[in-house]
């Protein structure tokens, strides 16, 4: 929470001091834009996605209308890569590991496999934007989401030496491909510059997701049809730029005597 106070204050700081001109007023408008975000992201709770995966980095975009009101009404989708698998190598590739770690290829030389943590997900949102100062554009940004999200432990043969993980037949079988519904809150502060090109937003985001593996079968978990959902959460620091589309635009001059 002290994190998010801070978070809110800095922006709503730095908006009000970074605007040279005090004599205009930013009124709220209606406004398309599009955005590019990155987040860092770390899992938790009890779920496949919080036993498998790490830390990760999470890139996005979408499409945002603001009218007036400052209601917010979003589309996005995100990909989320860089994230280690904490699952030991045995209990991903099973028996191809013997007991000392090791995976030999087919000319019996110690092969070096990548694994990693790949998602992605798309969705809805609501939000709203409440302006603290005259920049009734800017201000304290809260929305919420519900979106799908999938899941799976990407694995990287460079040498292709290892016929058990063949990409076009066995590969899919160890990858414990997951997915289910995915809830999003985020709270932090859009800062939107007279030059909107210079706009940005910053925050707090926290999804909740229930998924389960969605393939008919993997070689380490079984029949996976009648597996239940379980529940996963990732939390993290998100910033974003702005890249308008769209203004109705209403600049108001006063003066001062």
């Known amino acids: 929470m002290l994190l998010i106070i801070i978070n809110i204050a800095f922006f709503s700081l730095y908006s009000q001091t970074s605007i040279r001109d005090r004599d205009y007023v930013d009124t709220a408008t209606t406004m398309v834009w599009t955005h590019a975000n990155f987040s860092y ?130 590969r899919k079988g160890y990858d414990q491909r997951s997915s289910g519904i995915m809830l999003s809150q985020f709270i932090g502060y859009v800062y939107m510059h007279k030059k909107r090109v210079k706009s940005f937003y910053a925050g707090i985001e926290l999804n909740e997701i229930w998924s389960k593996p969605d393939r008919n079968y993997s070689f380490m978990l079984g029949n996976t049809q009648n597996l239940p959902f379980q529940f996963s959460g990732l939390i993290g620091f998100k910033i974003g730029w702005i890249i308008p589309l769209y203004e109705k635009q209403k600049i108001v001059q006063f003066y001062t005597y």
Request: net charge negative; aromatic share 14%.
């Open 41 to 170: 992201q770390i899992p938790f709770g009890n779920g496949y996605l919080a036993h498998t995966f790490g830390n990760n980095f999470n890139i996005g975009t979408g499409i945002i209308v603001k009218p007036r009101s400052n209601w917010t009404i979003e589309g996005y989708f995100n990909y989320m890569f860089g994230s280690d698998v904490i699952l030991p190598d045995s209990l991903v590739l099973g028996s191809m590991v013997n007991h000392n770690g090791d995976l030999f290829d087919e000319n019996g030389l110690k092969a070096t496999i990548y694994l990693e943590g790949r998602y992605w997900s798309f969705g809805l949102g609501v939000g709203k934007i409440i302006p603290v100062d005259r920049w009734k554009n800017s201000g304290i940004w809260v929305k919420g989401g519900i979106g799908y999200l999938s899941h799976k432990i990407f694995i990287t043969d460079p040498d292709n030496g290892v016929p058990q993980l063949d990409r076009e037949t066995y």
